[in-house]
């Protein structure tokens, strides 16, 4: 079919029958949503065991003090590679995937908006990453100054070796491919949306991407930025963060974390909606306070810029900074507040069932509530002069990613799985799943909280021995986190191969098409969906609001 | 209009993998070549080949289809919200050099010429912009002026905001004489800049021992107006590609994306300039 000849075929159909490419080019040269959101999946997975065996290395590392395993930079290099893994390899690109899946079925749109800028941003993203991970087998090693890359330490020989403008560059194509990515989303939802839906009728999974993907828009840059100046000092002999020539190392957090604590927010902002829209179909009830769900997040992405030297209390700052910083940052905890009240309240009197989405879903709401209220410990300034730089501020995160963004992923995989594949997964091993994955990632972190209110710092890969009794409790329950995660890669493959072999129904789940339009397609979804935009939305998720 | 078919999806892209694989070889070739390494530079070549290669081949394959009428309204309307959120994106990385200029001047430079740090390190530091810092990192050196060289270049820049919209209004009115001229003048401006910030660069280097590494003099300066002669440097060759398409008879007062695009990408790029001139220059 030629393509000019699609111009001018404007009353027939035949050409969205077109179906995929054969064989492996097809996944290179794709343009078409689905395979690029499968695509971003998959690759988000693979990097999660990627990720997740650096962090097998750092709790065997861990599990007694003394060396045992490997020598302290290669340590060092395994917690920096991890975050920076997990962040740009694993959790963002994830959701990028769903984002690519969800938004055009979710407001019928045939197809992202700029399709072959969709698949630019996937390349880029393995582009970065393998520049990335290329580091490893480098002289010297991956970069092992922290993920966060602060000069001057960054800049020393001995903490890069050959590695810092890899890394560097790996920076500028995960910021490509993440703006892109954003371009793609926000062209899509405000120009691909069915005519039928205004914009506070969109599931709230749509919302929360829209905001993150202005939020990617405006801080990758400002990485790109930050990295550029190290690489220029580094080798072009600038001197941005050398105070010897008049700059400011603290210069550099102060753009990381501009960047950085935004950062963070476009890794829950759609665990959010994800959350909000998984709840309300279990619960079997509209979401309450969908239009102060919408405004909550808006409200947490603007807090997000105006926050972020909260991760640098003890860098020297002056007390009205201080001041200003700390109750800016407790004021995040009212729209975030907001949010946890709504997704309780949506199930207050549901007619609740607990299928694993649902469980890894409640589990969500509990245990990142949990990491917001050490969050909100850590924002009263002169507390944090205790946290900082310890294992608290590490359970602290790791709460609000992992049993957050992690589970929701968890939990978004076996929501929408039967829908994308129409297979079944096994529900008892995904129940077996949720429950070995609850209970080992308390014992992997709660321990931490108690390690860092003693005083155990971050990023070290020994320890004084008073340490050793709840490193050891944590590094079980990580091991036994990990393994519980092949799990989930079984599941995923014995669903995508047949799962349990039971036919799927179009909504899936029990009156599911009430809440969004995808429930309202054929199961399996076929190639080219919503070729014609629906005539009329579902409105079951905006009730409580009119 | 009822239906989404209208709304052009292509069902395959080469170009995007290929762009990514040059794009890849050259920074890693350039990582190489910051390492030493003598594959360094064949490696920069090859990447950058296979880069201008997808931007010619994927560009020519775009203005094709444009001007097959493959793009309806809509499609028009998703570049231009792409090309906007682009230019916000250059706004923002700008801001990151604008801001660190602030920075060092209101906060980090007056830090070290007070308190302990004045007496206890560097007693003889006087914390005044401009400077190389207390070490007198890169040595003496004069700082650059804003009325010779940058004054002409603002006035370059402004006539070619003029001359560039004057072809706009060419386009609109089915008067291709009008859009030409327009874009001709607009892009020579656009290298002229470009030619009298060399002969800056030049005249800072060899005359007045202004250098990259004058300190954070040095750094904001040559960072802010190296970056923005590079914009200037894409904008003028992307006006380039627009005037050679003008001239095979493309874009209508319906349709011209591309035309736009690159307006507003050169309005951006002369705002950024103003800024730059006031506080880079002036101030």
Not at chain 1, 441 to 466: C, T, W
Request: with cysteine.
């Amino acid at each position: 079919m030629s393509a000019a000849e699609d111009a001018h075929d404007h009353h027939d159909d035949h050409h969205h029958d077109h179906g995929p490419e054969k064989g492996l080019l097809r996944w290179i040269i794709t343009t078409n949503h689905k395979d690029i959101g499968t695509l971003y999946l998959l690759f988000a997975l693979t990097m999660f065991f990627v990720g997740g065996a650096m962090a097998m290395v750092i709790r065997a590392e861990l599990f007694e003090p003394g060396l045992q395993f490997v020598d302290p930079a290669f340590f060092n290099s395994m917690t920096t590679m991890h975050a920076l893994v997990m962040v740009f390899g694993a959790v963002m690109p994830a959701f990028v995937g769903l984002a690519n899946w969800q938004i055009p079925l979710m407001i019928g749109a045939t197809d992202m908006a700029l399709p072959r800028m969709n698949n630019m941003s996937f390349w880029m993203l393995v582009a970065g990453v393998l520049l990335l991970a290329s580091t490893l087998f480098m002289e010297g090693g991956a970069p092992n100054g922290g993920w966060t890359l602060y000069p001057p330490l960054v800049l020393q020989p001995i903490t890069v070796g050959k590695a810092l403008p890899f890394a560097i560059f790996s920076v500028h194509l995960l910021g490509i491919s993440s703006i892109m990515g954003a371009i793609n989303i926000i062209a899509t939802i405000f120009n691909m949306r069915a005519p039928a839906m205004k914009l506070m009728d969109m599931p709230l999974f749509v919302w929360t991407w829209l905001i993150t993907a202005f939020l990617l828009i405006a801080v990758m840059p400002v990485f790109a930025g930050a990295v550029t100046m190290l690489l220029t000092d580094k080798f072009f002999h600038t001197s941005f963060f050398n105070a010897a020539g008049g700059g400011d190392p603290v210069l550099y957090e102060h753009i990381f974390w501009f960047f950085g604590h935004p950062e963070v927010y476009i890794m829950i902002l759609p665990t959010f909606g994800v959350a909000s829209t998984i709840i309300p179909v279990f619960a079997r009830k509209p979401l309450f306070g969908y239009a102060s769900m919408v405004w909550a997040t808006a409200s947490i992405a603007f807090l997000s810029f105006i926050v972020w030297a909260h991760h640098m209390f003890t860098v020297g700052m002056p007390i009205a900074g201080e001041l200003y910083f700390m109750y800016a940052t407790m004021i995040i905890a009212v729209p975030t507040g907001v949010k946890v009240f709504n997704w309780t309240a949506t199930m207050w009197k549901g007619a609740m069932t607990f299928e694993t989405p649902m469980l890894f879903s409640i589990a969500f709401v509990v245990l990142f509530t949990l990491g917001g209220f050490t969050g909100l410990m850590m924002s009263i300034a002169p507390s944090d002069f205790q946290y900082h730089d310890t294992y608290f501020i590490v359970a602290h995160f790791h709460y609000t990613l992992v049993p957050a963004s992690v589970f929701i992923l968890m939990a978004a995989g076996y929501f929408w799985l039967p829908k994308w594949t129409g297979n079944m997964y096994n529900e008892k091993i995904g129940q077996l799943h949720f429950w070995l994955s609850v209970i080992s990632v308390n014992i992997l972190f709660f321990p931490q909280h108690f390690l860092g209110l003693a005083g155990m710092p971050r990023r070290i890969p020994d320890y004084a021995v008073q340490f050793a009794d709840w490193n050891m409790i944590s590094s079980v329950g990580g091991f036994i986190f990990g393994a519980s995660q092949l799990l989930f890669l079984y599941i995923v493959i014995d669903t995508i191969r047949g799962g349990t072999g039971e036919k799927v129904s179009d909504e899936v789940w029990e009156d599911a098409s009430k809440h969004s339009l995808e429930w309202t397609l054929p199961t399996p979804l076929p190639y080219h969906t919503w070729t014609t935009p629906p005539a009329s939305v579902p409105t079951e998720h905006v009730l409580d609001s009119h | 209009m009822s239906t989404n078919s209208t709304y052009y999806i292509p069902h395959k892209a080469t170009w995007p993998v290929i762009g990514t694989v040059g794009l890849m070889i050259m920074l890693a070739g350039f990582a190489n070549f910051l390492n030493g390494s003598s594959i360094g530079q064949p490696l920069m070549i090859v990447g950058l080949l296979t880069f201008i290669t997808m931007l010619v081949g994927w560009f020519s394959l775009q203005a094709k289809e444009s001007e097959s009428g493959m793009y309806n309204h809509e499609v028009g309307i998703s570049y231009r919200h792409g090309m906007m959120w682009f230019i916000f994106s250059e706004i923002v990385f700008f801001a990151v050099f604008f801001g660190t200029l602030w920075y060092t001047r209101n906060l980090s430079v007056p830090w070290l010429g007070e308190g302990a740090t004045k007496e206890l390190l560097w007693p003889a530091f006087d914390a005044t912009w401009p400077t190389n810092g207390p070490g007198k990192v890169g040595g003496e050196f004069e700082p650059m002026g804003a009325w010779g060289l940058p004054f002409l270049n603002t006035l370059l820049l402004l006539s070619s905001g003029v001359t560039c919209t004057w072809a706009h209004h060419g386009l609109l009115a089915k008067n291709r004489g009008q859009l030409i001229k327009g874009l001709i003048a607009t892009v020579a401006l656009g290298f002229l800049f470009v030619c009298f910030q060399a002969i800056e660069y030049h005249e800072a280097y060899t005359e007045m021992g202004l250098t990259l590494g004058s300190g954070v003099y040095g750094s904001t300066f040559f960072m802010l107006t190296g970056f923005h002669g590079f914009h200037v440097c894409v904008g003028a060759i992307i006006l380039s590609v627009v005037l050679f398409r003008s001239t095979r008879g493309h874009f209508s007062p319906e349709n011209h994306f591309a035309f736009e695009a690159a307006a507003w990408y050169w309005h951006f790029v002369d705002v950024v300039w103003l800024g730059l001139f006031i506080f880079v220059y002036l101030m």
